[in-house]
């Protein structure tokens, strides 16, 4: 998770992290990303583009990110430590791109087949006797049934 999304989440140390990049995060009420300060009076804010929301204005303009950065957090400080646990165990259970432990699709457990061609073709040559008998033992009956 990045900490954009860490930050969006409430986790106030990847929006520290955030505001000392100068990376203001994405809106907290249409998620838009074209955020853009703003200069006024002698004071700093930040406002979204796309739908107008602001944060309050401050004398710095490193005070008015932190400000646009901070979000109430959404988990406990128990379901955060939970998240981190699940990514650490998710990235060590990566290598190359690949998640161990999951399944492959079922053709690849399949055991190629060897195809005995006399007995294929003695099958459709069964197959097509039953059909022209059926076929000739229809005709007779309709003849029979009219």
Same mark, same amino acid.
């Given at each position: ?14 929006? @520290? ?6 990376? !203001? ?5 249409? !998620? $838009? @990303? ?5 200069? !006024? ?23 008015? /990110?932190?400000?646009?950065? &901070? &979000?109430?957090? /959404?988990?406990?400080?128990? +379901? ?16 190359? $791109?690949?998640?161990?432990?999951? @399944? ?5 457990? &399949? ?14 040559? &069964? ?6 008998? !059926? +076929? ?11």
């Amino acid at each position: 998770m990045t900490d954009i999304q860490r930050a969006m989440l409430g986790d106030h140390d990847a929006a @520290a992290r955030l505001t000392e990049q100068g990376v !203001a995060i994405p809106c907290p009420s249409c !998620a $838009g @990303a074209d955020i853009k300060s703003m200069y !006024a009076c002698g004071e700093f804010g930040y406002r979204c583009s796309d739908c107008g929301t602001m944060a309050e204005w401050h004398s710095s303009e490193k005070t008015a /990110l932190a400000d646009w950065n &901070r &979000r109430a957090p /959404l988990l406990t400080p128990g +379901q955060m430590e939970l998240l981190n646990v699940m990514e650490s165990r998710a990235e060590s259970e990566t290598l190359n $791109g690949k998640r161990f432990g999951q @399944a492959k699709p079922y053709w690849e457990y &399949r055991e190629p087949r060897v195809i005995n061609c006399e007995k294929l073709e003695r099958e459709r040559g &069964r197959h097509e006797e039953t059909a022209e008998k !059926a +076929q000739d033992h229809g005709g007779a009956m309709e003849k029979q049934m009219f």
